[in-house]
């Protein structure tokens, strides 16, 4: 007579489906992506050096080098649903696409707006994926192409119109703070600190410079943010306070960095608040940001806890003959 045994076996261990590479595209496909890729860079090449040579003679946007790094980081996660694909090719995206191409002479003869070349590239992407693989490659794609964006450096104007307030506010309280040191008064003059020590005004005042604004660490550590709240599975809730906190956290440890730059300045030397020290305090403060971006994570993840998150084990029922 047969009986029935039941044994608990994890879903890891039900899935039946191997490891992806992407060596699964095949030659042909292979072709066709770099022939798409060297037209791209053909079409928008003088673009694309013009942002790389920002992003070699301009500190604030030096990120920018690693952000396609993470862009092909985010296609690789998600690679066993891109190669299992049914891709249909989309007349919506060869549509997309020649505006695109319309609209980039166009802006280099009459619109001039510089800030629009660098993300006609982007937009050319993602045409260009909406075509050849439809929707359902645009759903795995799409904030990869789109994280792109951190990496083409903010017109001058839109930028100086950040940064200045930032500036002045980061002023205001460290002022306030350096205020608390005995014999030491500080009174905060837009963007300069006036600094008055023992009774000695310091010449000259401590001046919050454009460096200082907070604007570098702001923009790395959104984008890291970004990219960590994709890559860790959290309820979106959770993902969305995470990202927006990145803005609060960067600005908080701005103001950590005026303030310790201050007391160097004052207490110790000007020399040591200028040139290779001042860009190893701001490096310092990427650690804090991140430290503090870890304990709110942790904080909610222990705060709230999702039931569905539980493990759960599948029953297999395996029906055995016993023989005789």
Not at 73 to 86: A, D, K, S, T
Not at 241 to 257: D, E, G, K, Q, Y
């Amino acid at each position: 007579m047969g009986n029935i045994t039941a044994s608990a076996v994890p879903d890891t261990q039900l899935s039946t489906a191997a490891g992806t590479t992407w060596r699964e595209l095949g030659i042909h496909t292979w072709i066709k992506i770099f022939i798409i890729g060297g037209l791209l860079y053909f079409l928008f090449r003088d673009e694309i050096w013009s942002v790389v040579e920002r992003w070699q003679t301009d500190g604030t946007w030096s990120h920018g080098f690693i952000i396609p790094l993470f862009s092909l980081y985010f296609v690789n996660q998600r690679r066993g649903e891109i190669l299992g694909l049914e891709t249909k090719p989309s007349y919506v995206g060869l549509f997309f696409l020649l505006c695109v191409l319309v609209f980039y002479p166009m802006n280099l003869v009459h619109f001039r707006v510089g800030y629009f070349r660098p993300l006609t590239i982007i937009a050319s992407l993602g045409a260009v994926v909406l075509f050849l693989g439809g929707w359902r490659l645009v759903k795995h794609t799409w904030l990869p192409i789109a994280f792109l964006v951190f990496a083409v450096p903010m017109p001058d104007y839109i930028y100086k119109r950040v940064t200045i307030p930032m500036r002045i506010w980061a002023a205001s309280v460290a002022s306030t703070l350096l205020n608390i040191v005995p014999d030491l008064e500080t009174t905060a003059r837009g963007v300069i600190i006036d600094v008055v020590y023992k009774g000695d005004h310091m010449e000259p005042g401590l001046d919050v410079a454009e460096a200082c604004s907070g604007m570098r660490l702001l923009m790395a550590f959104l984008a890291l943010g970004v990219a960590m709240a994709y890559l860790h599975y959290r309820p979106m809730w959770q993902r969305l306070v995470l990202l927006c906190s990145t803005i609060p956290i960067a600005i908080f440890c701005n103001v950590i960095r005026v303030t310790i730059t201050g007391f160097i300045y004052i207490l110790i030397g000007p020399e040591y608040a200028t040139g290779i020290y001042h860009d190893m305090l701001g490096i310092a403060m990427l650690p804090v940001a991140f430290g503090l971006y870890g304990l709110l994570a942790r904080f909610m993840s222990s705060l709230f806890v999702d039931e569905t998150d539980e493990p759960k084990e599948d029953v297999v029922l395996r029906r055995s003959r016993s023989g005789g």
